[in-house]
């Protein structure tokens, strides 16, 4: 396919292919924006397609999407294991969040509708997981210890 005819059907990836200037954001849209796997901006390693991860608060409701667990364990400064962990059920929660992988083909998330509203325990029933949850000053004081341990490891790094 050329440039010409790159620009006239995906123009948001015209200036990720041809490397020129910052990368523009994806177009708004919702789900089906999500649903594009084959789309160069998700498809990152050779092995595996990338999961997209969703992130619930200690209120248990939805509060963010991540394209991969990489950009996951970037953005919340959390290392990729312990989401990996969460998301396959060997782990609760981490550093006060619950984590899931998003599934396709069970449930069709719209991101303006469902943030702030979709429950960790909906989206379970739904994908027919059967999982464990924290109450939620459980999980509060899990977070304060995770911040406090998180913190000191910061400042013996910089001594």
């Excluded at 990338?50 to 919340?76: G, H, W």
């Excluded at 294991?81 to 969040?97: D, T, V």
């Excluded at 998330?109 to 943030?115: E, K």
């Amino acid at each position: 396919m050329s440039m010409k005819n790159l620009k006239t059907t995906a123009p948001h990836l015209s200036t990720i292919r041809s490397g020129r200037g910052r990368q523009p954001l994806p177009p708004a849209g919702g789900a089906e924006n999500l649903k594009t796997r084959n789309c160069d901006m998700t498809k990152r390693s050779i092995f595996n397609a990338p999961k997209i991860v969703l992130v619930f608060n200690n209120q248990r409701v939805l509060i963010s999407m991540y394209k991969s667990l990489n950009v996951a364990s970037q953005a919340m400064n959390i290392s990729a294991q312990s989401i990996s962990l969460c998301c396959l059920g060997n782990r609760i929660s981490c550093y006060g969040c619950y984590f899931r992988y998003y599934y396709f083909d069970k449930v069709e998330i719209v991101p303006h509708l469902d943030f702030g509203r979709l429950r960790v325990e909906e989206y379970d029933r739904m994908c027919g997981e059967v999982c464990r949850y924290h109450d939620s000053k459980e999980l509060s004081r899990r977070k304060l210890c995770a911040e406090k341990r998180r913190k000191l490891k910061n400042e013996a790094k910089h001594e």
